[in-house]
């Protein structure tokens, strides 16, 4: 059975702080995808993942893949208020865009 | 960018009712569309895959004729959901990919959600 778990689900911290959400899936994937979701809204695309050894950032957020262990980490640094969302991690394995989701990572930041 | 509408945003139904909801991409063209459905402080359930011009493919377990999908041009796909009943309500996502992607061959463009309540 395909599984993509990502963890921790639920992540309360302070601004300012850094931390790392964690996703494994248990089956091959060319792809790799983080997702942004504020609560009653659509998914905002953060980065596509293609390769091993595979690493992008934009602003507090890097994002890195490890298909080797099937891993891929979702870093921010020095959080801000504005970074609270749901994150999500997902995967692609037989490259047809039919997308297997992790559960989801509730992020909040306090002040 | 490119931009998936939906439509509409939210709906309420009464039970035993059909409701129709359209996902439309804006600005280029999409052979190949997903819906899903997401509950409540839940991670996004593939239902099907619409492409244009051919029958949909459902995942295991959605039932194709409580669920219809209709691509019938290569900006609009349909989801009917038929006989609506409470347990049907939930937030149904549409993604589209694009047919000629010039940036992002990877991606694919999530509209921003309806959400059904049956009552």
């Known amino acids: 059975e395909l599984k993509v778990e990502q963890n921790p689900l639920f992540l309360s911290m302070q601004e300012g702080k850094n931390y790392t959400i964690y996703c494994n899936y248990s089956?091959?994937?060319?792809?790799l995808y983080w997702y942004r979701q504020d609560p009653g809204k659509s998914l905002e695309s953060l980065f596509v993942?293609?390769?091993n050894g595979a690493v992008k950032q934009e602003g507090r957020l890097m994002a890195s893949l490890d298909t080797k262990a099937r891993l891929s980490t979702l870093h921010i640094t020095a959080a801000v208020h504005d970074l609270s969302a749901t994150y999500f991690c997902?995967?692609?394995?037989?490259?047809?865009?039919?997308?297997?989701w992790g559960a989801g990572t509730k992020l909040i930041i306090k002040p | 960018g490119a931009v998936v509408s939906q439509h509409p945003s939210w709906v309420i139904c009464k039970s035993g009712t059909s409701v129709k909801i359209e996902c439309r991409s804006l600005d280029f063209q999409a052979t190949t569309m997903f819906w899903y459905r997401q509950f409540p402080k839940q991670s996004l359930m593939l239902m099907a895959t619409s492409n244009e011009g051919s029958k949909a493919t459902y995942e295991q377990g959605v039932e194709k004729d409580k669920f219809l999908i209709n691509h019938a041009s290569l900006t609009l796909s349909t989801l009917t959901v038929t006989s609506a009943h409470p347990e049907d309500s939930s937030f149904y996502i549409c993604s589209a990919r694009d047919a000629f992607p010039q940036e992002n061959p990877y991606e694919q463009y999530f509209g921003p959600g309806t959400r059904l309540t049956v009552t």
């Open positions: 997902a995967v692609d394995p037989d490259s047809n865009y039919q997308l297997i």
């Open positions: 089956t091959t994937s060319d792809r």
């Open positions: 993942l293609l390769s």
